[in-house]
């Protein structure tokens, strides 16, 4: 008796996905399958792979416990064709289902060959509906609008879904944004709750071994893997972010601690990107704790404009500025990814400390994607394209639609400033101000020229001058080429001698490459 076939792709692992809706568990069949061509169009971090590897496993014993019938591939099971479209083809083959139906893919690779699909297949695409904002809504809302600002955006979300108002409709307090009571600065000694992670069960090892022996070669940590891969798992995590982390969460959250990868930050973004936690349930678990006197309004605002402005306006972008999008490169920047994006081997300390944490875990929180390793990208001119695909690798929290307005529009301004006003440049002052990198470091972020100076403060101004004709024009940056005129030509002239110099040391032909496994490309 033919039913539905109904694919499940490896970041829709909820069972109030969109496509599993109308279902009958007796007569449809769901299709989850791990293919070689998502797992190696990037060499992922080996964590990220067994991430989701694992989580796809978890998420398919669950629908079988429901009593659904998963048809699930694994990678090196015999005939697994290493393809979306042909094992929804072979699927088809086996099961003849008089319909197919997918939930929307995040990435715009991904919906092409849905796309292509559906002319010869009988195949439905359903729209995302764990985004709280479709496509189509933003889209309506980004029309006409020059500038696309979050803040106008998050302000709109908070409206239609009722998070955090006033019975009057006005924002909670007063306000719709608190920072000023936030983003304090550390003070020293600070220590965080150290994570309980969770402790790998068979199916998680299973996908260890083959991820340590297939993707072994690929960039980062594999072991020690604590990640949640189920969502009980995350559910746990994130009851103990809301009790014990959220309070904290606005003062902290610009800070940058050695050692410290989470401080007080949710690290639940794998988990909610994979489905396995819904944005709408952890705003309202968020608002309760406010509600309920157990977490300040700054940092509960603080925490909900992440994931119900930042989280939704990122996407939106992304499908409206698609496919372009990866192209752009306002400020034609073109230098080749340094050596120590993987390896971590730089004298510069905070670099070292974002990549290592990166390598660790997979994952490295916002101001250090933004203004450590996206700001020296940034200010060295490193080619937008391969700064992207570093991200879109080294994160277990990385796909498409989420990197690359991240890194493109905010921290690159490869879009000309169509999503951040001016572009997040900053010298060592600002690292140092937020972080206790610099005493550690060999580098002095009060000095701009020689032997010891911060490579940020010279790469700051020489990033400006490079960019004056593209800049200057920029009102929120006239302070800052009103000093740079200031200065006399001689101190502009040795600030650039040393920017140049140390750029030289960044041209080593062929450093740029990822490691991956020779291996993957037989794979199947
Ligand atoms: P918290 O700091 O605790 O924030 C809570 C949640 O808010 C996150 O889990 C996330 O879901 C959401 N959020 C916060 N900021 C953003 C944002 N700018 N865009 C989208 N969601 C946001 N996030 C990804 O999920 N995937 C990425 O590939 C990714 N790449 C990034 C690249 C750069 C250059 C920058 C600057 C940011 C990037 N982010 C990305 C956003 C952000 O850094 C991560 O979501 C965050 O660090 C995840 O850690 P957390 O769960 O502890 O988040
Ligand atoms: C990231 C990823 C990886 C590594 N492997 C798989 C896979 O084998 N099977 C799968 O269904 N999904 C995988 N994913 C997630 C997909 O890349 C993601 O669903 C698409 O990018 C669409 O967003
Ligand atoms: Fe980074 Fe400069 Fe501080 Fe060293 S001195 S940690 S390079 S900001």
């Not at 300390?349 to 994607?369: D, F, G, K, L, P």
């Not at 006003?421 to 101000?433: D, F, H, L, T, W």
Request: aromatic share 10%; net charge positive; glycine share 6%.
């Amino acid at each position: 008796m033919p039913g539905t076939l109904r694919l499940i792709l490896g970041d829709q692992l909820n069972a109030a996905i969109s496509s599993l809706r109308g279902a009958d568990p007796a007569r449809d069949t769901v299709l989850m399958a791990e293919v070689r061509e998502e797992a190696t169009y990037v060499p992922h971090h080996q964590k990220k792979i067994a991430f989701i590897f694992s989580a796809m496993r978890h998420f398919a014993a669950e629908l079988r416990d429901a009593g659904w019938n998963v048809r699930y591939v694994k990678l090196e099971d015999k005939g697994n064709t290493g393809s979306f479209e042909a094992e929804i083809d072979r699927a088809a083959r086996d099961v003849r289902p008089d319909q197919i139906i997918v939930t929307e893919p995040g990435e715009w690779r991904v919906r092409e060959k849905f796309l292509a699909c559906r002319k010869r297949l009988p195949l439905e695409i359903r729209a995302d509906d764990r985004f709280l904002c479709s496509i189509a809504e933003f889209q309506k809302w980004a029309e006409d609008r020059k500038q696309l600002r979050m803040e106008f955006f998050y302000r709109e979300m908070r409206r239609r879904h009722g998070v955090l108002l006033e019975k009057n409709g006005m924002p909670a307090g007063g306000a719709w944004n608190y920072d000023a009571e936030n983003r304090k600065g550390p003070p020293k000694g600070l220590k965080f709750l150290p994570r309980r992670g969770h402790e790998p069960d068979a199916i998680t090892q299973e996908v260890l071994e083959l991820v340590g022996r297939r993707f072994g070669k690929n960039f980062g940590d594999l072991l020690p893997f604590d990640l949640a891969v189920t969502r009980a798992q995350a559910l746990r995590d994130l009851d103990l972010f809301i009790r014990k982390l959220l309070p904290d969460f606005g003062k902290y959250q610009d800070d940058m601690l050695a050692g410290e990868a989470f401080l007080a930050h949710a690290r639940l973004s794998a988990q909610l990107n994979a489905g396995l936690l819904l944005p709408l349930e952890i705003c309202r678990r968020a608002e309760k704790a406010w509600r309920d006197d157990k977490a300040p309004l700054a940092a509960v605002e603080g925490f909900v404009r992440q994931i119900l402005g930042w989280r939704e306006y990122v996407r939106g972008i992304y499908w409206t500025r698609m496919p372009g999008f990866v192209e752009e490169n306002y400020l034609e920047a073109q230098r080749p990814l340094p050596q120590f994006y993987w390896d971590a081997q730089t004298d510069m300390n905070c670099v070292a400390e974002a990549v290592t944490q990166t390598r660790r875990h997979a994952y490295s929180h916002h101001i250090q994607r933004l203004m450590v390793t996206g700001n020296f990208a940034l200010l060295a001119g490193l080619l937008p394209s391969a700064v992207c695909e570093w991200y879109l690798l080294v994160y277990a929290d990385a796909y498409e639609w989420v990197e690359l307005p991240n890194v493109l529009g905010m921290a690159l301004f490869g879009d000309g400033g169509r999503m951040a006003s001016k572009p997040y440049a900053a010298s060592g002052r600002y690292i140092n101000r937020m972080s206790n990198f610099c005493g550690r470091c060999r580098f002095n972020p009060n000095e701009t020229v020689g032997e010891t100076a911060c490579p940020f403060n010279s790469l700051y101004w020489d990033f400006m001058d490079r960019n004056r004709a593209k800049l200057q024009g920029n009102a929120r940056l006239f302070n800052v080429y009103a000093s740079w005129n200031r200065m006399t030509g001689d101190k502009r002239e040795a600030i650039l001698k040393q920017a140049a110099s140390f750029l030289r040391t960044l041209d080593v032909p062929g450093s740029a490459r990822p490691p991956t496994t020779p291996a993957l490309k037989s794979l199947t």
